[in-house]
Protein backbone atom coordinates (compact mmCIF):
# COMPACT_ATOMS: atom_id res chain seq x y z
CA UNK A 1 0.00 0.00 0.00
CA UNK A 2 1.42 3.78 -0.80
CA UNK A 3 1.58 6.49 1.00
CA UNK A 4 -1.30 8.28 -0.23
CA UNK A 5 -3.55 5.25 0.73
CA UNK A 6 -2.53 4.60 3.69
CA UNK A 7 -2.92 8.46 4.58
CA UNK A 8 -6.86 8.09 2.95
CA UNK A 9 -7.56 5.31 5.13
CA UNK A 10 -6.09 6.54 8.04
CA UNK A 11 -8.34 9.98 7.87
CA UNK A 12 -11.52 8.25 6.47
CA UNK A 13 -11.43 4.89 8.68
CA UNK A 14 -10.07 5.78 11.62
CA UNK A 15 -12.90 6.32 14.62
CA UNK A 16 -13.11 9.92 14.53
CA UNK A 17 -13.30 11.01 18.20
CA UNK A 18 -9.96 9.16 18.40
CA UNK A 19 -7.91 10.64 15.40
CA UNK A 20 -8.94 14.18 16.68
CA UNK A 21 -7.46 13.11 19.88
CA UNK A 22 -4.33 11.96 17.93
CA UNK A 23 -3.47 14.72 15.52
CA UNK A 24 -4.94 17.04 18.87
CA UNK A 25 -2.83 16.07 21.57
CA UNK A 26 0.61 17.21 19.65
CA UNK A 27 -0.92 20.57 18.86
CA UNK A 28 -2.19 21.20 21.97
CA UNK A 29 1.47 20.28 23.50
CA UNK A 30 2.59 23.04 21.22
CA UNK A 31 -0.06 25.19 21.89
CA UNK A 32 0.43 24.52 25.45
CA UNK A 33 4.06 24.89 25.34
CA UNK A 34 3.71 28.39 23.50
CA UNK A 35 1.46 29.91 25.86
CA UNK A 36 3.53 28.53 28.54
CA UNK A 37 6.35 30.64 27.28
CA UNK A 38 4.20 33.69 26.54
CA UNK A 39 3.42 34.05 30.28
CA UNK A 40 7.07 32.99 30.87
CA UNK A 41 8.34 35.84 29.01
CA UNK A 42 5.19 38.11 31.04
CA UNK A 43 6.86 37.08 33.73
CA UNK A 44 10.26 37.80 33.51
CA UNK A 45 9.92 41.03 31.68
CA UNK A 46 7.14 42.01 34.12
CA UNK A 47 10.41 41.20 37.46
CA UNK A 48 11.63 44.69 35.29
CA UNK A 49 9.04 46.27 36.38
CA UNK A 50 5.22 47.83 35.05
CA UNK A 51 6.35 49.71 31.86
CA UNK A 52 8.54 46.97 30.78
CA UNK A 53 5.61 44.47 31.04
CA UNK A 54 2.96 47.14 29.30
CA UNK A 55 6.07 46.47 26.33
CA UNK A 56 4.75 42.85 26.17
CA UNK A 57 1.35 44.12 25.56
CA UNK A 58 2.17 46.79 22.79
CA UNK A 59 3.89 44.13 20.82
CA UNK A 60 1.68 41.59 21.45
CA UNK A 61 -0.67 43.32 19.20
CA UNK A 62 2.65 43.71 16.44
CA UNK A 63 2.56 39.57 16.96
CA UNK A 64 -1.35 39.24 15.52
CA UNK A 65 -0.75 41.33 12.77
CA UNK A 66 2.03 38.94 11.66
CA UNK A 67 -0.09 36.01 12.63
CA UNK A 68 -2.81 37.27 10.86
CA UNK A 69 -1.10 37.00 7.33
CA UNK A 70 0.50 33.93 8.67
CA UNK A 71 -2.97 31.89 9.47
CA UNK A 72 -4.28 33.18 6.14
CA UNK A 73 -1.42 31.57 4.11
CA UNK A 74 -1.11 28.30 6.56
CA UNK A 75 -4.70 27.41 6.49
CA UNK A 76 -5.86 28.43 3.15
CA UNK A 77 -3.03 26.46 1.69
CA UNK A 78 -3.33 23.80 3.90
CA UNK A 79 -7.25 23.36 3.15
CA UNK A 80 -6.06 22.72 -0.17
CA UNK A 81 -2.83 20.55 0.86
CA UNK A 82 -5.58 18.19 2.44
CA UNK A 83 -8.05 18.13 -0.82
CA UNK A 84 -5.52 17.66 -2.72
CA UNK A 85 -4.56 14.58 -0.74
CA UNK A 86 -7.77 13.15 -0.11
CA UNK A 87 -7.73 13.37 -4.07
CA UNK A 88 -4.33 11.65 -3.70
CA UNK A 89 -2.62 14.18 -5.99
CA UNK A 90 0.33 15.31 -4.76
CA UNK A 91 1.67 17.52 -6.95
CA UNK A 92 -1.11 19.62 -6.62
CA UNK A 93 -0.90 19.83 -2.97
CA UNK A 94 2.89 20.77 -3.69
CA UNK A 95 1.82 23.72 -5.64
CA UNK A 96 -0.40 25.31 -3.02
CA UNK A 97 2.67 24.85 0.01
CA UNK A 98 4.83 26.39 -2.12
CA UNK A 99 2.92 29.33 -3.09
CA UNK A 100 1.88 30.36 0.86
CA UNK A 101 5.81 29.37 1.60
CA UNK A 102 7.39 31.95 -0.76
CA UNK A 103 4.25 34.40 -0.62
CA UNK A 104 5.34 34.34 3.04
CA UNK A 105 8.55 34.79 2.63
CA UNK A 106 8.41 38.14 0.87
CA UNK A 107 5.13 39.40 3.00
CA UNK A 108 7.80 38.53 6.02
CA UNK A 109 10.81 40.74 4.39
CA UNK A 110 8.49 43.11 3.27
CA UNK A 111 6.37 43.87 6.47
CA UNK A 112 9.86 43.67 8.47
CA UNK A 113 11.94 46.71 6.52
CA UNK A 114 8.56 49.00 6.42
CA UNK A 115 8.32 48.12 10.09
CA UNK A 116 11.73 48.89 11.19
CA UNK A 117 11.91 52.08 9.23
CA UNK A 118 8.68 53.22 11.02
CA UNK A 119 9.46 51.70 13.98
CA UNK A 120 8.63 54.61 16.44
CA UNK A 121 5.44 55.71 15.29
CA UNK A 122 4.41 51.87 14.56
CA UNK A 123 4.69 51.45 18.62
CA UNK A 124 2.87 54.81 19.44
CA UNK A 125 0.36 53.64 17.23
CA UNK A 126 -0.20 50.45 18.91
CA UNK A 127 -0.80 52.18 21.79
CA UNK A 128 2.82 52.82 23.75
CA UNK A 129 2.69 55.24 26.22
CA UNK A 130 6.05 57.62 26.30
CA UNK A 131 7.15 55.82 29.30
CA UNK A 132 6.61 52.17 27.64
CA UNK A 133 8.15 53.46 24.48
CA UNK A 134 11.83 52.61 24.58
CA UNK A 135 10.91 49.25 25.66
CA UNK A 136 8.28 49.00 23.34
CA UNK A 137 10.71 50.12 20.25
CA UNK A 138 13.71 47.18 21.75
CA UNK A 139 11.18 44.59 21.90
CA UNK A 140 9.81 45.33 18.43
CA UNK A 141 13.37 45.79 16.55
CA UNK A 142 13.45 42.06 16.98
CA UNK A 143 10.42 40.45 16.13
CA UNK A 144 10.44 42.71 13.16
CA UNK A 145 13.68 41.15 12.39
CA UNK A 146 11.81 37.71 13.14
CA UNK A 147 8.94 38.69 11.40
CA UNK A 148 9.81 36.22 7.75
CA UNK A 149 10.38 33.35 9.88
CA UNK A 150 7.44 33.55 12.00
CA UNK A 151 4.74 33.83 9.09
CA UNK A 152 6.90 30.69 7.49
CA UNK A 153 7.02 29.15 10.72
CA UNK A 154 3.73 29.23 11.00
CA UNK A 155 2.38 27.87 7.02
CA UNK A 156 4.72 24.97 7.57
CA UNK A 157 2.96 24.39 11.19
CA UNK A 158 -0.44 24.62 9.41
CA UNK A 159 0.52 22.52 6.53
CA UNK A 160 2.02 19.70 8.38
CA UNK A 161 -1.12 19.51 10.69
CA UNK A 162 -3.39 19.44 7.69
CA UNK A 163 -0.95 16.19 6.34
CA UNK A 164 -1.93 14.78 9.46
CA UNK A 165 1.68 15.04 10.63
CA UNK A 166 1.24 17.46 14.27
CA UNK A 167 3.69 15.36 16.04
CA UNK A 168 6.46 17.06 13.64
CA UNK A 169 4.69 20.19 13.67
CA UNK A 170 5.16 20.13 17.12
CA UNK A 171 8.60 18.86 17.54
CA UNK A 172 9.09 22.39 15.73
CA UNK A 173 6.92 24.84 17.83
CA UNK A 174 7.69 23.42 21.48
CA UNK A 175 11.63 23.18 20.65
CA UNK A 176 11.81 27.20 19.82
CA UNK A 177 9.17 27.73 23.07
CA UNK A 178 11.44 26.09 24.82
CA UNK A 179 14.83 27.77 24.01
CA UNK A 180 12.78 31.15 24.29
CA UNK A 181 12.29 30.45 27.88
CA UNK A 182 15.82 29.22 28.23
CA UNK A 183 16.78 32.74 26.54
CA UNK A 184 14.39 34.96 28.24
CA UNK A 185 16.64 33.99 31.48
CA UNK A 186 19.65 33.73 29.91
CA UNK A 187 19.44 37.40 28.61
CA UNK A 188 17.71 39.20 31.07
CA UNK A 189 18.60 37.48 34.99
CA UNK A 190 22.33 36.64 33.68
CA UNK A 191 22.92 39.07 31.31
CA UNK A 192 21.11 42.05 32.48
CA UNK A 193 19.63 43.13 28.98
CA UNK A 194 16.57 43.49 30.19
CA UNK A 195 13.57 43.75 27.52
CA UNK A 196 16.05 44.27 24.29
CA UNK A 197 17.30 40.70 26.00
CA UNK A 198 13.51 39.40 25.64
CA UNK A 199 13.05 40.54 21.98
CA UNK A 200 16.66 39.09 20.89
CA UNK A 201 15.40 35.52 22.41
CA UNK A 202 12.03 35.36 20.70
CA UNK A 203 14.16 36.25 17.38
CA UNK A 204 16.65 33.72 17.91
CA UNK A 205 14.18 30.75 18.61
CA UNK A 206 11.81 31.77 16.16
CA UNK A 207 14.58 31.21 13.49
CA UNK A 208 15.41 28.05 15.15
CA UNK A 209 11.91 27.18 15.54
CA UNK A 210 12.13 27.87 11.56
CA UNK A 211 14.78 25.33 10.30
CA UNK A 212 13.65 22.84 12.56
CA UNK A 213 10.50 22.53 10.95
CA UNK A 214 11.13 23.32 7.03
CA UNK A 215 13.96 20.36 7.75
CA UNK A 216 10.90 18.34 8.90
CA UNK A 217 8.94 19.29 6.67
CA UNK A 218 11.01 18.41 3.55
CA UNK A 219 11.63 14.97 5.37
CA UNK A 220 8.37 13.69 6.37
CA UNK A 221 5.70 15.98 4.49
CA UNK A 222 3.96 14.04 1.33
CA UNK A 223 3.71 17.60 -0.55
CA UNK A 224 6.97 19.23 -1.52
CA UNK A 225 8.09 23.15 -1.30
CA UNK A 226 10.11 24.23 -4.15
CA UNK A 227 10.17 28.24 -6.26
CA UNK A 228 9.38 26.04 -9.27
CA UNK A 229 6.44 24.36 -8.04
CA UNK A 230 5.03 28.14 -7.00
CA UNK A 231 1.50 28.66 -8.71
CA UNK A 232 1.50 30.30 -11.70
CA UNK A 233 -2.01 30.74 -12.30
CA UNK A 234 -4.19 33.64 -10.05
CA UNK A 235 -7.11 31.28 -8.94
CA UNK A 236 -4.33 29.26 -7.28
CA UNK A 237 -3.95 32.46 -4.96
CA UNK A 238 -7.23 33.47 -4.69
CA UNK A 239 -8.25 30.36 -3.42
CA UNK A 240 -5.15 30.57 -0.77
CA UNK A 241 -6.49 33.91 0.10
CA UNK A 242 -10.12 33.24 0.08
CA UNK A 243 -10.16 30.38 2.35
CA UNK A 244 -7.80 31.71 4.62
CA UNK A 245 -9.60 35.36 4.83
CA UNK A 246 -11.37 34.00 8.00
CA UNK A 247 -8.21 33.53 9.67
CA UNK A 248 -6.34 36.94 8.46
CA UNK A 249 -9.92 38.60 10.07
CA UNK A 250 -9.80 36.85 13.25
CA UNK A 251 -5.80 37.65 14.20
CA UNK A 252 -6.23 40.77 12.14
CA UNK A 253 -9.26 42.17 14.16
CA UNK A 254 -7.54 40.93 17.28
CA UNK A 255 -4.90 43.38 16.26
CA UNK A 256 -7.05 46.39 15.78
CA UNK A 257 -9.13 45.73 18.54
CA UNK A 258 -5.92 45.63 20.87
CA UNK A 259 -4.49 48.25 19.54
CA UNK A 260 -7.67 50.26 20.06
CA UNK A 261 -7.92 49.03 23.25
CA UNK A 262 -4.11 49.96 24.35
CA UNK A 263 -5.10 53.19 23.46
CA UNK A 264 -8.56 53.47 25.28
CA UNK A 265 -6.05 52.40 28.46
CA UNK A 266 -3.41 54.54 27.81
CA UNK A 267 -5.28 57.52 29.84
CA UNK A 268 -5.37 55.16 32.62
CA UNK A 269 -1.70 54.55 32.86
CA UNK A 270 0.80 52.01 32.59
CA UNK A 271 -0.92 50.05 35.46
CA UNK A 272 -3.94 49.39 33.25
CA UNK A 273 -1.68 48.54 30.69
CA UNK A 274 0.17 46.37 32.42
CA UNK A 275 -2.72 44.44 34.01
CA UNK A 276 -4.34 44.18 30.17
CA UNK A 277 -1.29 42.56 29.27
CA UNK A 278 -1.39 39.78 31.74
CA UNK A 279 -5.10 39.36 31.24
CA UNK A 280 -4.50 39.18 27.57
CA UNK A 281 -1.50 36.38 28.18
CA UNK A 282 -3.53 34.09 30.52
CA UNK A 283 -7.01 34.06 28.19
CA UNK A 284 -4.60 33.12 25.14
CA UNK A 285 -3.42 30.64 27.33
CA UNK A 286 -6.58 28.72 28.32
CA UNK A 287 -7.78 29.97 24.68
CA UNK A 288 -4.91 28.36 23.11
CA UNK A 289 -4.64 25.12 25.48
CA UNK A 290 -8.61 24.81 25.69
CA UNK A 291 -8.75 24.76 21.66
CA UNK A 292 -5.89 22.15 21.07
CA UNK A 293 -8.01 19.57 20.00
CA UNK A 294 -10.10 22.42 17.28
CA UNK A 295 -6.43 22.57 16.02
CA UNK A 296 -6.87 18.37 15.75
CA UNK A 297 -10.48 18.61 13.71
CA UNK A 298 -9.37 20.82 11.23
CA UNK A 299 -7.39 18.54 9.12
CA UNK A 300 -10.26 15.63 10.05
CA UNK A 301 -13.23 18.32 8.99
CA UNK A 302 -11.13 19.03 5.77
CA UNK A 303 -10.51 15.84 4.14
CA UNK A 304 -13.24 13.90 5.35
CA UNK A 305 -15.79 16.71 4.08
CA UNK A 306 -13.61 16.35 0.39
CA UNK A 307 -14.21 12.47 0.46
CA UNK A 308 -17.56 12.96 1.40
CA UNK A 309 -17.63 11.22 4.79
CA UNK A 310 -20.04 13.85 6.16
CA UNK A 311 -21.11 12.07 9.30
CA UNK A 312 -17.64 11.54 10.72
CA UNK A 313 -17.33 15.69 10.06
CA UNK A 314 -20.29 15.74 12.10
CA UNK A 315 -19.10 13.79 14.47
CA UNK A 316 -16.12 16.18 14.97
CA UNK A 317 -17.90 18.99 15.49
CA UNK A 318 -19.91 17.27 18.34
CA UNK A 319 -17.02 16.06 19.65
CA UNK A 320 -14.70 18.68 19.41
CA UNK A 321 -17.05 21.52 20.94
CA UNK A 322 -17.48 19.17 24.17
CA UNK A 323 -13.95 18.45 24.76
CA UNK A 324 -12.63 21.91 24.31
CA UNK A 325 -15.70 22.96 26.83
CA UNK A 326 -14.74 20.66 29.62
CA UNK A 327 -11.06 21.70 29.26
CA UNK A 328 -11.59 25.29 28.99
CA UNK A 329 -13.88 24.97 32.29
CA UNK A 330 -10.70 23.38 34.13
CA UNK A 331 -8.18 26.32 33.32
CA UNK A 332 -10.62 29.31 33.39
CA UNK A 333 -12.11 28.19 36.98
CA UNK A 334 -8.25 29.31 38.49
CA UNK A 335 -9.43 32.66 36.59
CA UNK A 336 -12.62 32.78 38.29
CA UNK A 337 -11.45 32.03 41.82
CA UNK A 338 -8.26 33.25 42.23
CA UNK A 339 -7.85 36.17 39.93
CA UNK A 340 -5.37 38.00 41.97
CA UNK A 341 -3.20 35.66 42.94
CA UNK A 342 -2.64 34.79 38.88
CA UNK A 343 -1.68 38.40 38.19
CA UNK A 344 0.57 38.75 41.09
CA UNK A 345 2.64 36.21 39.89
CA UNK A 346 3.56 38.10 36.78
CA UNK A 347 3.30 41.64 38.90
CA UNK A 348 3.56 43.05 42.25
CA UNK A 349 2.59 45.87 42.23
CA UNK A 350 -0.70 46.82 44.27
CA UNK A 351 -2.05 48.94 41.01
CA UNK A 352 -1.55 46.46 38.72
CA UNK A 353 -3.27 43.56 40.99
CA UNK A 354 -6.28 45.62 41.52
CA UNK A 355 -7.24 46.28 37.83
CA UNK A 356 -5.86 43.05 36.44
CA UNK A 357 -8.28 40.87 39.56
CA UNK A 358 -10.81 42.52 37.92
CA UNK A 359 -10.48 41.89 34.14
CA UNK A 360 -8.88 38.32 34.65
CA UNK A 361 -12.26 37.32 36.30
CA UNK A 362 -14.65 38.41 33.22
CA UNK A 363 -12.66 37.24 31.04
CA UNK A 364 -12.28 33.49 32.76
CA UNK A 365 -16.01 33.99 32.27
CA UNK A 366 -16.02 34.64 28.83
CA UNK A 367 -13.52 32.44 27.49
CA UNK A 368 -15.89 29.79 28.28
CA UNK A 369 -18.06 30.44 25.48
CA UNK A 370 -15.26 30.17 23.03
CA UNK A 371 -15.28 26.89 22.01
CA UNK A 372 -18.44 27.44 20.32
CA UNK A 373 -17.63 30.30 18.54
CA UNK A 374 -14.16 29.18 17.44
CA UNK A 375 -15.09 25.81 16.53
CA UNK A 376 -17.84 27.01 14.26
CA UNK A 377 -15.22 28.93 12.35
CA UNK A 378 -12.90 26.28 11.90
CA UNK A 379 -15.78 24.13 10.66
CA UNK A 380 -16.64 26.51 8.26
CA UNK A 381 -13.15 27.33 6.93
CA UNK A 382 -12.14 23.77 6.95
CA UNK A 383 -15.42 22.89 4.51
CA UNK A 384 -14.43 25.61 2.60
CA UNK A 385 -17.35 27.94 3.42
CA UNK A 386 -15.68 30.85 3.59
CA UNK A 387 -18.51 33.26 3.43
CA UNK A 388 -19.84 31.58 6.79
CA UNK A 389 -16.57 31.38 7.86
CA UNK A 390 -15.87 35.31 7.47
CA UNK A 391 -19.18 36.39 9.00
CA UNK A 392 -18.06 33.86 12.07
CA UNK A 393 -14.62 35.41 12.14
CA UNK A 394 -15.98 38.74 12.15
CA UNK A 395 -17.84 38.74 15.12
CA UNK A 396 -15.46 38.38 18.29
CA UNK A 397 -13.07 40.78 17.98
CA UNK A 398 -14.87 42.75 15.33
CA UNK A 399 -18.41 43.95 14.79
CA UNK A 400 -19.16 42.97 18.61
CA UNK A 401 -16.17 43.87 20.11
CA UNK A 402 -15.29 47.02 18.72
CA UNK A 403 -18.46 48.69 19.34
CA UNK A 404 -18.71 47.16 23.03
CA UNK A 405 -15.64 48.72 23.83
CA UNK A 406 -16.43 52.00 22.67
CA UNK A 407 -19.98 52.24 24.34
CA UNK A 408 -19.16 50.58 27.28
CA UNK A 409 -15.61 52.22 27.77
CA UNK A 410 -17.30 55.57 27.40
CA UNK A 411 -19.33 54.52 30.14
CA UNK A 412 -17.73 52.99 32.55
CA UNK A 413 -14.63 54.23 32.20
CA UNK A 414 -11.57 51.23 32.70
CA UNK A 415 -14.20 49.06 34.30
CA UNK A 416 -15.89 49.20 30.89
CA UNK A 417 -13.03 48.42 29.18
CA UNK A 418 -12.69 45.60 30.57
CA UNK A 419 -15.38 43.86 30.24
CA UNK A 420 -15.89 44.57 26.59
CA UNK A 421 -14.03 41.46 25.55
CA UNK A 422 -15.91 39.03 27.67
CA UNK A 423 -19.16 40.64 26.68
CA UNK A 424 -18.51 39.87 22.98
CA UNK A 425 -17.09 36.05 23.96
CA UNK A 426 -20.51 35.24 25.09
CA UNK A 427 -22.45 36.96 21.98
CA UNK A 428 -20.20 35.25 19.44
CA UNK A 429 -20.60 31.83 21.13
CA UNK A 430 -24.45 32.66 21.52
CA UNK A 431 -24.29 33.75 17.56
CA UNK A 432 -22.69 30.79 16.50
CA UNK A 433 -25.24 28.20 16.95
CA UNK A 434 -27.76 28.41 14.93
CA UNK A 435 -24.85 27.78 12.33
CA UNK A 436 -23.98 25.31 13.71
CA UNK A 437 -27.51 23.59 14.10
CA UNK A 438 -27.49 24.84 10.61
CA UNK A 439 -24.40 22.46 9.55
CA UNK A 440 -25.52 19.49 11.65
CA UNK A 441 -29.60 19.03 10.00
CA UNK A 442 -28.84 20.33 6.78
CA UNK A 443 -25.25 17.84 5.67
CA UNK A 444 -26.40 14.68 4.53
CA UNK A 445 -25.31 11.90 7.04
CA UNK A 446 -23.25 9.65 4.52
CA UNK A 447 -22.44 9.73 0.14
CA UNK A 448 -25.77 7.50 0.18
CA UNK A 449 -28.04 10.16 1.55
CA UNK A 450 -26.56 12.80 -0.62
CA UNK A 451 -26.74 10.87 -3.88
CA UNK A 452 -30.63 10.49 -2.51
CA UNK A 453 -30.56 13.78 -2.47
CA UNK A 454 -29.67 14.51 -5.93
CA UNK A 455 -32.32 11.59 -7.15
Same mark, same amino acid.
Given at each position: ?????????????????????????????????????????????? %??????? !?????????????????????????????????????????????????????????? %????? %???????????????????????????????????????????????????????????????????????????????????????????????????????????????????????????????????????????????????????? !???????????????????????? %????????????????????????????????????????????????????????????????????????? !??????????????????????????????????????????????????????????????????????????????????????????
Amino acid at each position: MNTADAHYIKMTKTPVSKLIVILGIPTTISMLVTSIYNMADTYFVG %MLGKSEQ !GATGILFTLQCIIQAFAFMLGHGSGVFVAKALAEKNKEEASKYISTAFFVGAIFGVFL %MLIGL %MILEPLMLLLGSTDTILPYAKDYGLWVLIACPFMICSLVLNNNLRYEGKAIYAMVGLVTGALLNIFGDWLFICVMDLSVFGAGMSTAISQIISFVILLVLYIKMAQSKISIKKMGTKFVIYWSIIKVGFPSFIRQGLTSISNALLNNLAKPF !GDAALAAISVINRFSNFILCVGLG %MGQGFQPVASFNYQAKEYTRVKKGLVFTICFSAIIVFCFSIFGIIIPGGIVWLFQRSNDVIEIGSFGLRIASI !GVLFLPISVTANMLFQSVRKAGIASILALLRSGLIFIPTLLICGNVWGLNGILISQPIADILSGLISVPFILYFIFRTPNTLESEENVEN
